[in-house]
């Protein structure tokens, strides 16, 4: 059913870069006869999903929608593939996004821009715009994005889906193409929690393979999906409604905590005082972390090459001039700019010690709330054609940038539409490693 709905509107949206109809078929196969033989299965066996391409998956093209990489086969999977790969899950292709993960509309890929279901002439959002339009427009049952500074909230409202970065460090980073590494989090983009929940569960734990994923318990997450949020204290971050958020945005969010208190939460107000340095401080160390990255695109390790230059420096300028797209040399620049003798303690230590105020602010925050609820975005979908300038793009992560900065655990879940008919999202976060509040929060508005 999810072929034959990808075969009627894949031309339309194109959600995918590569499409596995034929192994995606055989593994449904091999889990239809575990069923007929009455063994037992996974509660995502056989669930078709797709994966950002991004992800590396073994024996199936893995882009990051750039040209550097148009016909890289990577030789691993990543960890979360491993785990969902022995879940016998399916994955039936791989998503479309902003080349690198850099962007918020997916218009930046090497394969072509993700138009929105719920309006084509909309953005799906970015960077993971095409493992939320597959959701939207029912092409894959879940899917994964990864989310750097709001590229799996983002699009999950652009699109009325449910998405979740995790807390960093819950979900092995190994094998998802690293953009930002202090900032990168896989995690699952659904129609709704459970499903969520259910991800999750299959993707989080410690990874020896990447450093930084921590080693701790990983909770059955669907015991969170309880309807209850009697006396739980959600705050409202006072600077994620001030001037730039649209007024229909804002309604639909105070609609939601009417909802809330309803059900008897108790609502506070709390302040955030860093939040107007987060988007500007993130765009010092995303770029710089990136540059470091996307160093090893070389014309010579991986992916595409100049074969008519006569030098070997002359070869790796060609390639990479070549092989990367506008926005991602922008922050190639950017990032080897403010690393560069002389400025890195002007711009880069200074945003590092920026991050750690912002990360108090949250601390401070959570001793009065449990959760936060904000807009994810201040404004839903706009035009597939509107011009935007990369600064005023920039300054509309606000809402999703700090809880990278921080490393909490942040979802997204539909909450009304806007007088256009485009979906409109909020925001739960949560505390370090507090997943269970979050999903508990929005299971019960959902
Ligand atoms: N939109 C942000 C950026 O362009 C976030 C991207 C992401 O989370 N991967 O960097």
Redesign the pocket.
Known sequence: AVIARVDAVEDQVNSYVTLDKENALAQAAKVDAKIAAGEKIAPLAGIPGAIKDNISTKGLRTTCSSKMLENFIPVYDAHVIKNLRADETIFLGKTN??EF????TTKTSHFGVTHNPWNLDRVPG???GGSAAAIAAGEAIWTLG???????R?PASFNGCVGIKPTYGRVSRYGCVA??SS??QIGPITKDVTDAALVLNTICGKDEMDSTSLDVEVPDFTKALVNDVKGLRIGLPKEYFGEGVDAKVKAEIMKAVEKYKELGAEIVEVSLPHTEYAVIT??II?PAEASANLARFDGVRYGYRNVDATSAPEMTTMSRTEGFGQ?VRR?IMLGTYVLSSGYYDAYYNKAMQVRTLIRRDFEAAFEKCDVLLTPTSPVPAYGINDEMDPLT??M??VT??PV?MAGLPGISIPCGFADDGMPIGMQLIGKVLDEATILRAAYTFE
């Open positions: 996004l902003d993960a850099m962007g918020s970015g960077s993971s990864s989310d750097t500074g709001g590229s799996i983002q953009f930002a900032l990168d993130y765009y995303a926005e922050r793009m920039y509309l992560d999703t940038i990278n």
